[in-house]
């Protein structure tokens, strides 16, 4: 797809995999990035040109509206929409750790959010010849980490949505729909479970995300994501097409 003179929201787009993803597209498109802290928003964009910045947390109905609004008032429009932003407990299930209320937040994060924002601005998407949703799942997705095991869950969810949403966008929207599948990612995101020490640079998913829509690869599976799959799921691809026949 053309990744030049587009309007591109970025949810979490203050630091990590989201900011570097708004770094590698800001030169040639218009990038906001939005979140929760508007000073994190304000230091992520000083000093670089075409990022804007609205304050909004995606689990909230009330912001969503006025996220929507604004970018309807303020841009006129959508080309690409990426659901970035996410929440995770560093956990394991034989803990007595309150694992319903985590998974609550995850999942709130991590999928529910990303639905509701899509639906709400896929009527801006579907207005444009260039468009694209793009959510940002993980390698967790694929197989279970045991000490991430309900964000795991919601992850894997996503994975499941974002298949579906583009098996039907498909079918009479402009609208392509790609999955960035990151492996262990070094941000401040991943500290707890070791992405300081053994996490790629989160320039690198950017790079690798830059490089899947242009040829529209609809999974973009960066390092060890694509080993995993390879190596275990490749053969189950012809699965989906079976089941929705």
Same mark, same amino acid.
């Given at each position: 797809?053309? /990744? ?12 990590? /995999? ?35 910045? /609205? ?33 995770? %407990? ?18 709130? &994060?991590? %999928? ?37 095991? &309900? %964000? ?14 583009? %098996? ?6 402009? /609208? ?70």
């Amino acid at each position: 797809m053309n /990744i030049t003179n587009n309007i591109i929201l970025i949810t979490g787009g203050g630091s990590g /995999i989201g900011l570097e993803i708004a770094k590698a597209l800001h030169t040639s498109n218009k990038v906001i990035i939005a979140g929760r802290n508007k000073a994190k928003l304000d230091a992520a964009s000083a000093g670089l040109e075409n990022i804007f910045t /609205i304050q909004a947390d995606i689990t909230d109905e009330k912001d969503v509206e006025r996220l929507v609004e604004e970018i309807k008032v303020s841009f006129g429009g959508l080309n690409i929409l990426i659901n970035n932003a996410g929440h995770a %407990y560093v956990y394991t299930l034989s803990d007595t750790s309150d694992t319903y209320h985590k998974a609550t937040a995850e999942f709130e &994060t991590n %999928y529910f959010a990303p639905i509701r924002l899509t639906e709400k601005l896929l009527p801006l998407l579907k207005k444009q010849e260039n468009a694209a949703v793009v959510n940002v799942s993980s390698i967790v997705a694929l197989a279970p980490g045991s000490h991430l095991p &309900t %964000y795991s869950d919601s992850k894997a969810a996503l994975h499941s949505y974002t298949k579906l949403l583009r %098996y039907e966008l498909a079918k009479d929207t402009p /609208i392509k729909v790609f999955e960035l599948m990151p492996p262990l990612v070094n941000t401040d995101f991943s500290v707890e479970i070791g992405g300081r020490e053994n996490g790629i640079p989160a320039s690198e998913v950017a790079e690798n995300l830059v490089k899947g829509l242009l040829e529209d690869t609809y999974e973009i599976r960066v390092g060890n994501t694509e080993v995993l799959y390879s190596s275990f799921f490749a053969g189950s691809e012809g699965a989906f097409d079976v089941m929705n026949q």
